[in-house]
Antibody, heavy 116, light 109 residues
Framework: EVQLVQSGAEVRKPGESLKISCKASGYSFTNYWIGWVRQMPGKGLEWMGIVYPADSDTKYSPSFQGQVTISADKSISTAYLHWSSLKASDTAMYYC?????????WGQGTLVTVSS | QAVVTQEPSLTVSPGGTVTLTCGSSTGAVTSGHYPYWFQQRPGQAPRTLIYDTSNKHSWTPARFSGSLLGGKAALTLSGAQPEDEAEYYCLLSYGGREVFGTGTKVTVL
């Protein structure tokens, strides 16, 4: 059974760093792109970018390029979303999803709250 | 970056039919944009209904169908049920990078 399990909710202060994770199981992790999606409170879905775990190739939305880093560790079948310096506007729910097959599989979401 | 536009809200009667559309600021939507359609209920993660214009997943109810219509991607709901009340998002691919639509709130009333 394909599963994507995300790390738990996080509360941080502005300027702090953060890395959230998405652990995959039930399929060959290296063969499928993993994407990250942002949903700010009460707002729509935003495509942030994707990573190909086999070679860590990444593609970013221009809106998120330079703002976050997407990566993957194929040894532990885990994708990551990293901020080096959080802003209050990063407060949102973040989802990971497996791209191939029409984004059929999604993580449960990680709520990130950034507040002083 | 392209802007992908959807109707903000639509209302459909139970058992009725409604069509949602998804347009691109760059021009006509084609099969090369690999249109996706997602349903999101409050407090839940999105789930894919349609991918590659018209392909369905095993969990996609038969009453949902995808197509291209008048230069846009379209999602048609035929025989609406109360549980179809939700937010619907399209997603278009632009050479490997993707953009979500603005979302349509569907009310079944």
């Amino acid at each position: 059974e394909v599963q994507l399990v995300q790390s738990g909710a996080e509360v941080r202060k502005p300027g702090e760093s953060l890395k959230i994770s998405c652990k995959a199981s039930g399929y060959s992790f290296t063969n499928y792109w993993i994407g990250w999606v942002r949903q700010m409170p009460g707002k729509g879905l935003e495509w942030m970018g994707i990573v190909y775990p086999a070679d860590s190739d990444t593609k970013y939305s221009p809106s998120f390029q330079g703002q976050v880093t997407i990566s993957a560790d194929k040894s532990i079948s885990t994708a990551y979303l990293h901020w080096s310096s959080l802003k209050a506007s990063d407060t949102a729910m973040y989802y990971c999803a497996r791209r191939e097959g029409g984004y059929a599989y999604w993580g449960q979401g990680t709520l990130v709250t950034v507040s002083s | 970056q392209a802007v992908v536009t959807q109707e903000p809200s639509l209302t459909v009667s139970p058992g009725g039919t409604v069509t949602l559309t998804c347009g691109s600021s760059t021009g006509a939507v084609t099969s090369g944009h690999y249109p996706y359609w997602f349903q999101q209920r409050p407090g839940q993660a999105p789930r894919t209904l349609i991918y590659d214009t018209s392909n369905k997943h095993s969990w996609t109810p038969a009453r949902f169908s995808g197509s291209l219509l008048g230069g846009k991607a379209a999602l048609t709901l035929s025989g609406a049920q109360p549980e179809d009340e939700a937010e619907y998002y399209c997603l278009l691919s632009y050479g490997g990078r993707e953009v979500f639509g603005t979302g349509t709130k569907v009310t079944v009333l």
